[in-house]
């Protein structure tokens, strides 16, 4: 008979449930949060051919490739998902979800998340410290301007010379204020250095990837747009339909119905806030930068008529995620319409 394990995983230890086709449980316990002690614990209780249940957490990447590199059966569970049916337990112990787990595995009713490779992972981490410096030092910059305000000091917008030199010309004969400020200004020129060599790093790996490059075809779409993309998705056979990437990057409406009430509300804003922000950027791209003639941005602009210039920015993100997916299937970079030029 088929069994079925639910795994409740924490830092030190993982409560380990298996159950048995008909629910019945056949062994409850712990085992410590390694890859070697759950799969003693798994062929030792249950057997190789059993289906293996994880909720989707910080450790979910590491212990499902490690798993599943031992011939495991490991299917990793939207937490979201596993959250409503575990809720319905009078007692919330770590046993009783690996049990739950366990018995959701058993029943089906679950939508199995898709564990995205270490390399692409090391390509969202490297995007995300990029976005933390450029947060800090935004911030940073934005306290200097704080202080300095406050003495009569206006550096202007930053134009002609660099932040750092506009506010170093200010200093001069300053003895009052430049103790405070130039510390500040120090970390915000190591913060921008570093920037800059997360943007090589960059470049380096678009450079190295032909999807990339392909998807930078697309008006508006640049080096980090198209990594940060490429690593949401990772593959594009995961969804059969284009336009689903865009309720997956969060860019579709919310949609409530019951009865005789149906509306519409804002966007969901799921999924990866990231990608979202970048196809946010790059449909703004396309409305006020972009001087060559696009049938994407004649469309946005007649949204933009109608219903105003923020919607017709989001409506287009969407449109980018769903073009960019059409795009990395077909393998062909994007056609401009026929008679474009600059203008």
Avoid at 28 to 35: I, V
Avoid at 45 to 74: F, K
Avoid at 217 to 241: C, H, K, M, N, W
Avoid at 311 to 319: F, I
């Amino acid at each position: 008979m088929m069994r079925f394990v639910g795994l409740d995983i924490s830092q030190k230890t993982t409560a380990v449930c298996v159950i048995d086709g008909s629910g019945a449980r056949i062994w409850r316990g712990q085992c410590l949060s390694t890859p070697d002690q759950i799969d003693v614990v798994i062929r030792q209780h249950a057997d190789e051919n059993a289906r293996i249940g994880i909720e989707t957490g910080p450790m979910t990447t590491w212990l499902v490739h490690e798993l599943r590199a031992r011939e495991l059966d490991v299917v990793c569970l939207d937490a979201r998902h596993a959250r409503a049916a575990l809720k319905m337990q009078l007692n919330k112990t770590d046993a009783n979800d690996a049990e739950g787990l366990a018995q959701i595995m058993r029943t089906g009713w679950f939508r199995a998340v898709h564990v995205k490779s270490f390399e692409t992972h090391r390509a969202r981490a490297l995007l995300g410290a990029r976005a933390q410096l450029v947060g800090m030092t935004t911030r940073l910059s934005n306290h200097i301007r704080g202080v300095l305000k406050t003495f009569g000091l206006l550096p202007g917008a930053m134009r002609g010379l660099p932040f750092d030199r506009r506010v170093e010309a200010l200093l001069e004969g300053r003895p009052d204020v430049a103790p405070v400020i130039q510390p500040m200004l120090g970390a915000w020129r190591q913060l921008r250095i570093q920037i800059a060599a997360f943007d090589k790093a960059v470049r380096d790996i678009v450079k190295a990837s032909p999807t990339c490059k392909l998807l930078m075809s697309v008006p508006g779409i640049g080096a980090l747009t198209g990594l940060a993309y490429v690593s949401t998705v990772e593959d594009p056979d995961r969804f059969r339909q284009s336009r689903a990437v865009g309720a997956h990057c969060g860019l579709t409406p919310r949609q409530y119905q019951s009865g005789q009430m149906d509306r519409s509300g804002k966007i969901s804003r799921c999924g990866d806030a990231l990608i979202r922000t970048l196809l946010y950027e790059a449909a703004s791209v396309i409305l006020t930068r972009l001087r060559r003639a696009c049938d994407l941005k004649d469309w946005a602009e007649a949204i933009a008529k109608r219903a105003g210039r923020g919607k017709a920015r989001v409506a287009l993100a969407r449109k980018l995620a769903v073009i960019l997916h059409s795009i990395w299937r077909s393998g062909e970079p994007y056609r401009w319409a026929d008679g474009a030029a600059t203008a």
